[in-house]
Each structure stands twice: as C-alpha cells, then as structure tokens.
Antibody, heavy 116, light 110 residues
C-alpha cells in the first residue's frame, strides 16, 4: 500500500525557516518524481516544486524560487522541502504527492503558519 | 506559470450531468496531453479523478470522464450523486514535471 506522511509543519515567524519531510512507503521511491503542493486557508491548490526520480531535475514555482529547496533521500525514502525567508503568504497546508502530472497518491498534509 | 481558468461554481441535480471547463494556453493544456482532474472534499487531501486527459485511476467511477480540445479541458460528471459535491481542480503539465493548477470549481448537487 502506497503511503505518504508529511511532518515538520508548525508556527514560524516571518523571515524564519522550516524543514518539511515526507516519508514514503509501499513503492520504489527512486522510480517516481515527487511534488509539493500547497493550499492556503480557504484557497485553491498551488504547485510548489517537483523533483525527478533521480533527483537530477528540480523545478520551482516562481513564488518560492530562491527561498525553498526540494530534495530527496533515496536511502531513507524521504522527500524534503526546506522553507526559508518565510512570508505570511506562505501560510498553507503543504502536501507531498507521488508524481507530478497526474499525482495518484497524496499525503494528509502538514500545516505551516507564518505569523508573528 | 499562470493559473488555469475554471468557473468558480457549477451545479446540477441528482442524476443530471455537469461539465466543468478548464482553460489554459498552448504552453500548458494545448501543448501536452497531461491534463488531470482532482476532487477535494473539505478537510481532505485531493483525490485524482482523471489523468492524461481522459484516463481514470482504479476505483474512480465511470461517471467521471475527461476531454480536451485545443487549450481547454473538460471534466464531465454524469449521473450526479450527492457524494460528488466537492471542489474540483484541473491541472496540466507546463513542460516536464512543472505543473499548473486551475483555481478550482465548487460543485453543488442541488
């Protein structure tokens, strides 16, 4: 059974940093691209970043480029998202998903709140 | 990376059909056959309903179908049921694994 479990969310002050993790199980992790998608309270889905199965190809939304860093640890079957220089508008539930275009599996999400 | 355009709301009575549109550009929907549709109930994670324009994942009812013409994709829900009431989001590849989402459509079953 494919499972994705995000962790690392919480309350952080503007300008602060957080590291989100997504533990994957039930599939061969290195065979799939992985994505982060966020959803601000009461708003729609926003694609944040994606990384290829090998980790060689990485892409970011313009809204987070230069502030967020995606990575994957193939030994631990874990996806990460480093969030730096956080702003109020980064407040959202962050989901990890298996795949990019047509993500069949999603985690339950982790809430990031940026507030002083 | 501009968002795809969806109507904010749609509605239909039980048993009826409803179609939700999703308009993009030649750089996303028009350029790739990687259009997906997601269903999201309040407080839940999104669920993939359609991928690669018109393919249904295992477990998705045949009542859900997808299509694409030029820069516009569509999701049709036939034989509406109460449990279909949810938010629906389209997405498309914008090149490789870069993805763009629509703003979402709230489907109400009257």
């Amino acid at each position: 059974e494919v499972q994705l479990f995000e962790s690392g969310g919480g309350l952080v002050q503007p300008g602060g940093s957080l590291r989100l993790s997504c533990a994957a199980s039930g599939f061969t992790f290195s065979n799939f691209a992985m994505s982060w998608v966020r959803q601000a309270p009461g708003e729609g889905l926003e694609w944040v970043s994606a990384i290829s199965g090998s980790g060689d190809s990485i892409y970011y939304a313009d809204s987070v480029k230069g502030r967020f860093t995606i990575s994957r640890d193939r030994a631990k079957n874990t996806l990460h998202l480093e969030l730096n220089s956080l702003r109020a508008e980064d407040t959202a539930v962050y989901y990890c998903a298996r795949g990019a275009t047509g993500a069949h599996y999603w985690g339950q999400g982790t809430l990031v709140t940026v507030s002083s | 990376q501009s968002a795809l355009t969806q109507p904010p709301s749609a509605s239909g009575s039980p048993g009826q059909s409803v179609t939700i549109s999703c308009t993009g550009t030649s750089s996303d929907i028009g350029g790739y056959n990687y259009v997906s549709w997601y269903q999201q109930h309040p407080g839940k994670a999104p669920r993939l309903m359609i991928y690669e324009v018109n393919k249904r994942p295992s477990g998705v009812p045949v009542r859900f179908s997808g299509s694409k013409s030029a820069n516009t994709a569509s999701l049709t829900v036939s034989g509406l049921q109460a449990e279909d009431e949810a938010d629906y989001y389209c997405s498309s590849s914008a090149g490789g694994i870069v993805v763009v989402f629509g703003g979402g459509t709230k489907l109400t079953v009257l």
